[in-house]
C-alpha cells in the first residue's frame, strides 16, 4: 500500500508564499517522477511542476520563475515553494508519484488526496 501525505496549503493574500510538502510512505522499491499538479473548479487537472530522480525538473509556463519544486530522495518527500501568488493559482493541488511499489511491480502513477490552496485579498 502507497500512501502520499500532502501539507501546507491554505489561505493567502495575493504576493503572498505557501510551501507544500508531500511525503510518499508504505510499499515502495523506487520512485521516479515526483510533482504537484493542480485543479481549479470548472478546470481540468493541470501540471504545475515535476522532478524526476536524476534531478531534472519541469515548470508550467504560468508559474516559471515564482514556484521551486524540490525533493529529498531518502525521504521520498517532493516539496513545492510558491512565491508571488496570483489569484489564478487558487485551486486545489495535487501530489502525484510515479513508482514501483516492490521490484516485481509495474510501475504506477498515485496520488495524494489533495490540499486547497486559496489566493485572495
Known amino acids: 500500500q502507497v500512501q502520499l501525505v500532502e501539507s501546507g496549503g491554505g489561505l493567502v493574500q495575493p504576493g503572498g508564499s505557501l510551501r507544500l510538502s508531500c511525503a510518499a510512505s508504505g510499499s515502495i522499491f523506487r520512485v521516479d517522477t515526483m510533482g504537484w499538479y493542480r485543479q481549479a473548479p470548472g478546470k481540468q487537472r493541470e501540471l504545475v511542476a515535476d522532478?524526476?530522480?536524476?534531478?531534472?525538473?519541469n515548470y508550467a509556463d504560468s508559474v516559471k520563475g515564482r514556484f521551486t519544486i524540490s525533493r529529498d530522495n531518502v525521504k521520498n518527500t517532493v516539496y513545492m515553494q510558491m512565491n508571488s501568488l496570483k489569484p489564478e493559482d487558487t485551486a486545489v493541488y495535487y501530489c502525484?508519484?510515479?513508482?514501483?511499489?516492490?521490484?516485481?511491480?509495474?510501475?504506477?502513477?498515485?496520488w495524494g488526496q489533495g490540499t486547497q490552496v486559496t489566493v485572495s485579498s
Open positions: 522532478s524526476t530522480s536524476d534531478g531534472s525538473t
Open positions: 502525484g508519484a510515479y513508482l514501483r511499489s516492490r521490484p516485481w511491480a509495474n510501475w504506477a502513477h498515485y
